[in-house]
């Protein structure tokens, strides 16, 4: 059964880079030629795509978030990474990582997500 | 911003029927598919409707999506108390160079 945890600091300073990790257990990133994708979600908010990545390193941004996002992917530690540059209190939210089948797609299993607060 | 537009809010008693619709535009809904998510409060989404009418393996069949043109609906059926939630739509939109949509988010109340 394939599982999906979401890690990182829970705290940023402004101006700093909020860094996250998606770690996939129960199967291999690359065996399943899938794509990874990371969303957020403000408190009291609705969601928002921040990127997607397939097995292979193609990624796709959200045009409003892309100059400041990196999204890679580490097959060896069956890990997905999320850096986000320049962070404002704008930025914080939940995290969540999520598997699609295509980018286009539906995200279809969830981690369960992680805050992130951005704060001096 | 998101250009999938959905109600605030939506409400029903046990047993009745509760439509949410979705509106986007020929670069988004039109063109792609819609996938609905379900996320109750203080959890993680889940993936209700995929490919606009299709229900992932444990989904109840009370659960049905349709679209139409730049529009969508999600209806819940024979409502029951666990499907009090937050509901979104999503779609993948061809405008710029492409990038996945989420609706406003409509939070479903069971009177």
């Known amino acids: 059964q394939l599982q999906v945890q979401e890690s990182g600091p829970g705290l940023v300073k402004p101006s700093e880079t909020l860094s996250l990790t998606c770690t996939v257990s129960?199967?291999?990133?690359?065996?399943?030629?899938?794509?990874w994708g990371w969303i957020r979600q403000p408190p009291g908010k609705g969601l928002e795509w921040i990127g997607s990545i397939s097995y292979t390193g193609s990624t796709y941004y959200n045009p409003s978030l892309k100059i400041r996002v990196t999204i890679a992917v580490d097959e060896s530690k069956n890990q997905v990474s999320l850096k986000l540059n320049s962070v404002t209190a704008a930025d914080t939210a939940v995290y969540y990582c999520?598997?699609?089948?295509?980018?286009?797609?539906?995200?279809?299993?969830w981690g369960q997500g992680t805050m992130v607060t951005v704060s001096s | 911003q998101s250009v999938l537009t959905q109600p605030p809010s939506a409400s029903g008693t046990p047993g009745q029927r509760v439509t949410i619709s979705c509106s986007g535009s020929s670069s988004n809904i039109e063109s792609n598919y819609v996938y609905w998510y379900q996320q109750v409060p203080g959890t993680a989404p889940k993936l209700l409707i995929y490919r606009n009418n299709q229900r992932p393996s444990g989904v109840p069949d009370r659960f049905s999506g349709s679209k139409s043109g730049t529009s969508a609906s999600l209806a819940i059926s024979g409502l029951r108390s666990e499907d009090e939630a937050d509901y979104y739509c999503?779609?993948?939109?061809?405008?710029?160079?492409?990038?996945?949509?989420f609706g406003t988010g409509s939070r479903v109340t069971v009177l």
């Open positions: 999503a779609s993948w939109d061809d405008s710029l160079h492409g990038f996945y949509v």
């Open positions: 999520a598997e699609l089948t295509d980018p286009r797609g539906a995200f279809d299993m």
């Open positions: 129960g199967g291999s990133l690359s065996r399943r030629s899938y794509y």
